[in-house]
């Protein structure tokens, strides 16, 4: 009886030394996997610390002094243009058309969740079907457009676009949300008096906080990076960051160190967003994947 009593422990321990070397593995492979992403924005950092010359060498040198030079012309200080104005106009249009796009998508989501339309499947297919048309492919339509409506070189224009080109997928993500959203809670406010729009901001946004931080986010990030519209419908008045770098790729050549630096002063804002919002940004993209 004492040796049939020993035997399931061992087998039941193996199981465990499994699941721990497997957890391990799974472990390693994401820091490897981290790593290897980080990889390429520790090696732009540390070459916008570099001189021209330095950072032009190949193999490039670790063992060289490091300098701000890069920054200092970046912002102006070799005589050049001040990149202020781009990136107060980037800041504007990811702002401003990421709270329309909220504005707009919380009622959309809460009519297809928690007070869904009829054949709602199709029209949240319908809002991802609109992803489906190439960017390059409206180009010309709307370039047409905003010239015969005097709005070309507009902040408010790419304002407008950026809305438009996120609100389906806005939808879309807080569409998954809002469904999680219990509706007794709904019931009892609509119960005690409160309208549609006192509901949307003091019952439904409230509970669906992680999941509306997550679309902000995600649409902040997809505004700030846009760079065929900006390129081709701003000039100097509302020209955004991303088009402003790319005035450093001159015909005179590639000024690395300069284009590293001014990579990374214009990735801050997303990295400062996505590291103030980290927490809300998991809880809300795992928020509707378990039921």
Not at 186 to 215: S, Y
Request: overall charge positive; charged content about 10%.
């Amino acid at each position: 009886m004492s040796a049939t009593a020993v035997r399931p422990a061992t087998t039941t321990a193996k199981p465990g030394r499994t699941r721990r070397k497997a957890g391990a593995g799974l472990g390693l492979v994401a820091w490897l996997a981290g790593i290897v992403f980080f990889l390429p924005i520790a090696w732009m950092a540390l070459t916008s610390f570099h001189s021209e010359a330095d950072a032009a060498t190949n193999p490039p040198s670790f063992a060289v002094s490091l300098t701000l030079d890069g920054y200092r012309e970046f912002f102006g200080a070799g005589g050049g243009a001040s990149p202020w104005p781009a990136l107060i106009n980037s800041a504007v249009a990811s702002v401003a058309s990421t709270l329309f796009v909220l504005v707009l998508a919380l009622p959309a989501a809460y009519a297809l969740s928690i007070r869904p339309v009829k054949k709602w499947t199709d029209v949240l297919f319908f809002f991802l079907s609109t992803k489906m048309l190439p960017v390059v492919a409206g180009l010309l339509p709307i370039y047409l457009f905003a010239k015969n409506t005097d709005m070309l070189d507009n902040i408010w224009l790419l304002v407008i676009l950026y809305t438009s080109m996120n609100l389906p997928i806005a939808v879309w993500m807080m569409q998954s949300f809002l469904a999680e959203v219990p509706v007794a809670i709904i019931e009892a406010a609509r119960v005690d008096g409160a309208k549609l729009p006192t509901i949307l901001v003091r019952v439904v946004a409230p509970i669906a906080l992680p999941g509306i931080a997550a679309t902000s986010l995600i649409c902040f990030i997809f505004s700030w990076n846009e760079l065929l519209f900006a390129r081709v419908l701003t000039g100097v008045v509302a020209e955004t960051a991303p088009v402003f770098l790319t005035g450093f790729i001159t015909s005179q050549g590639l000024f690395l160190a300069k284009v590293c630096a001014a990579s990374l002063v214009i990735s801050l804002p997303v990295l400062a967003a996505g590291f103030a919002a980290q927490d809300k940004l998991v809880q809300g993209l795992s928020l509707g994947a378990v039921k």
